[in-house]
T-cell receptor, first 111, second 113 residues
Framework: GENVEQHPSTLSVQEGDSAVIKCTYS??????FPWYKQELGKRPQLIID?????GEKKDQRIAVTLNKTAKHFSLHITETQPEDSAVYFC??????????FGTGTRLKVLA | GAGVSQSPSNKVTEKGKDVELRCDPI?????LYWYRQRLGQGLEFLIY????????KSGLPSDRFSAERTGESVSTLTIQRTQQEDSAVYLC???????????FGAGSRLTVL
């Protein structure tokens, strides 16, 4: 079945620095790659996604890059702020649209 | 998020009791997913409904767990003879026809004493 690995599991950065989280997957049929942010006690919310026909997508301070050959995609957050502190999950739908989530990255932005 | 409600928001039950959790999406969501999230853990896939096709039940952890959905309407997740390890937040995530995005409900927090 689909295997999704996410690294690192925890990440601490100084406010203003950048953060990068990476996910690798195994199903070559996957063609959609979202990232979710989950604040403490709240539901996961989509923050950015990318389709397999593009290599990078940006939305203000966040970006996602995709390397389909190597089967990995990354979330980039620039100029981090305390409100970016949360748990981030990647997700990968299999060829049958079963969405498998990564194990999560707990990001802490230090003021 | 907008478009899906889950109930109850909180449920405390005694070990051995049955519980039923409900997910009610607005119309147009042909697909619907259930996930389990234990405290401090990730999103564990349970089951996935797609229209009138047979559901993908590959994530259900035991035969105590079952779920139903008729068409594009309400879905219920039933846990029989609850155990303490069933304590978690159960999240429902519908997906619109032709779209990729999963939008999560607020979840049902289950505590088994």
């Amino acid at each position: 079945g689909e295997n999704v690995e996410q690294h690192p599991s925890t990440l601490s950065v100084q406010e203003g620095d950048s953060a990068v989280i990476k996910c690798t997957y195994s199903d070559s049929a996957s063609n959609y790659f979202p990232w979710y942010k989950q604040e403490l006690g709240k539901r996961p919310q989509l923050i950015i996604d990318i389709r397999s026909n593009v290599g990078e997508k940006k939305d203000q301070r966040i970006a996602v890059t995709l390397n389909k050959t190597a089967k990995h995609f990354s979330l980039h957050i620039t100029e981090t702020q305390p409100e970016d502190s949360a748990v981030y999950f990647c997700a990968v739908p299999t060829g049958t649209y079963k969405y498998i989530f990564g194990t999560g990255t707990r990001l802490k932005v230090l003021a | 998020g907008a478009g899906v409600s889950q109930s109850p928001s909180n449920k405390v039950t005694e070990k051995g009791k049955d519980v039923e959790l409900r997910c009610d999406p607005i119309s147009g969501h042909t697909a619907l997913y259930w996930y389990r999230q234990r405290l401090g853990q990730g999103l564990e896939f349970l089951i996935y409904f797609q229209g009138n096709s047979a559901p993908d039940k590959s994530g259900l952890p035991s035969d105590r767990f079952s779920a139903e959905r008729t068409g594009e309407s309400v879905s219920t997740l039933t846990i029989q003879r609850t155990q303490q390890e069933d304590s978690a937040v159960y999240l429902c995530a519908p997906r619109r026809a032709g779209a990729n995005v999963l939008t999560f409900g607020a979840g049902s927090r289950l505590t088994v004493l």
